[in-house]
């Protein structure tokens, strides 16, 4: 079979550039974030009062950086673009059609910023702490539920007491320069400082920002390493590097939960995670479910402060997931995809070990994939439409460690909890 023509990519080039052009001033975070003067004004009521955040605030604080009706217009255009000249069943068209739908419904979410239809359009994009993982699996919720017991009492143990955060943030700035240059040597990317930053590190196109007011211990550096690094901006760089669909450099909602998934994945394969960290991703998740039940700000904080997260991590996680919301509204639910991902991502790698499709695995970091276009992006592949991915973590780079280490998953999985229990406690 004959590879498709010069022009045939010249035309996917063209308007994968026009779809990362017409994303480039929408900055999600950006828009939706909650300025540190509603912390300050927060703990100033004793943690009592609601923030004072509407829709009127973040159009005053966090303005737009496009008209959103002109928006929509343009992804609308491009979108009958890629259906004439590509086609409705093409796998790239597919693909590409579909992520301008969904930056559409971006556009709809930050337009409805501090109004009730955010958080619906939100749970649309993301999910909701409902959604099950297969049928008659438990759900999210339950999820976060079930480990929230495990790691408790794993935290109970001394052993498991995190170091001091002794690092600043110039210090970990200086140190993950030098690690992920190591890395990426020929990216041209660099670690800064942010003083505008709600978490503790984000990864950019080419650039990871640290939170100027942050402190950190070796594991948070060894997190961010791989999590940032590796994962985040390794997809970026890989997605950047396509010679033509160059829309892989660029994360729309869906992709979240897989890359968001395969960092987490990441950091515990390497070992670089901790029950500690674990238990601050399963209280996000429980925040996004008691928002989604009605509770508000203060009730979550509250929740947070009690489940032994400090004054400080209680406010963070809360207002991440309020952040475009109001403090009595529905939540942003983006946090539900570090376990939701996990899981996802930690059964597709499993299953492709059973099944012997190590070919498969690489295509996560093919660039901002979704799991579930995996079969297209495999297809492409073959066709030479995309490229193979220049960077895998090296767990992914020489998987004989890994797969060895699977073998036993499938098998240890089918066997009673319950029973191992009964025979193993008396061990213990």
């Not at 737009?64 to 491009?78: N, Q, W």
């Not at 060894?222 to 390794?234: C, K, P, Q, S």
Request: net charge negative.
């Amino acid at each position: 079979m004959s590879g498709p023509t010069q022009q045939y990519l010249s035309t996917v080039r063209e308007l994968s550039d026009r779809m990362v052009e017409a994303q480039r001033p929408i900055r999600i975070l950006d828009t939706i974030k909650w300025h540190a003067d509603i912390r300050e004004g927060f703990f100033a009521s004793g943690c009592r009062e609601l923030p004072a955040v509407d829709a009127e605030y973040y159009a005053r604080r966090n303005p737009l950086d496009f008209v959103a009706a002109d928006k929509r217009s343009e992804f609308r255009e491009i979108e009958r673009d890629i259906s004439r000249q590509l086609g409705q069943l093409n796998p790239v068209s597919v693909l590409m059609r579909r992520i301008c739908r969904e930056y559409r419904s971006v556009v709809d979410m930050l337009d409805a910023r501090g109004t009730s239809e955010f958080g619906l359009i939100s749970r649309d994009l993301y999910g909701s702490a409902s959604d099950v993982f297969h049928a008659g699996d438990p759900t999210l919720a339950d999820l976060g539920t079930a480990m929230e017991d495990t790691l408790v009492n794993l935290l109970r143990n001394d052993s498991m007491t995190e170091a001091e955060k002794t690092f600043s943030a110039e210090q970990a700035v200086e140190m993950l320069n030098e690690r992920l240059l190591a890395v990426f040597p020929d990216a041209g990317f660099r670690v800064l400082l942010n003083d505008q930053m709600t978490a503790d590190a984000a990864a950019g196109s080419d650039y990871l920002k640290i939170r100027s007011d942050a402190r950190f211990n070796q594991l948070d550096i060894d997190v961010l390493e791989v999590h940032e690094g590796w994962v985040h901006l390794g997809t970026t760089l890989n997605g950047m590097a396509q010679p033509y669909c160059t829309f892989l450099g660029k994360g729309p909602p869906s992709s979240t939960t897989t890359q968001e998934g395969l960092a987490v994945l990441t950091e515990i394969l390497t070992l670089r995670s901790s029950p500690g960290r674990l238990y601050k991703l399963v209280n996000r998740v429980r925040a996004v479910t008691l928002a989604e039940d009605g509770a508000n700000f203060v009730e979550v904080f509250d929740y947070l402060c009690g489940n032994n997260l400090s004054p400080q991590e209680s406010y963070s996680i809360a207002a991440r997931v309020f952040r475009g919301s109001t403090p009595e509204g529905k939540p942003f639910t983006k946090d539900l995809a570090y376990m939701r991902g996990f899981v996802q991502t930690f059964n597709f790698l499993r299953l492709a070990m059973s099944e012997g499709k190590l070919d498969s695995l690489p295509l996560l970091f093919l660039g901002k994939v979704t799991l579930e276009d995996i079969k297209h992006y495999r297809l492409l592949l073959e066709e030479g439409v995309v490229m193979p991915p220049r960077f895998l973590p090296p767990h992914f780079a020489e998987m004989k460690g890994l797969a060895t280490w699977m073998s036993f998953s499938r098998f240890i999985a089918s066997l009673s909890f319950d029973q191992l229990q009964s025979d193993y406690s008396g061990l213990l």
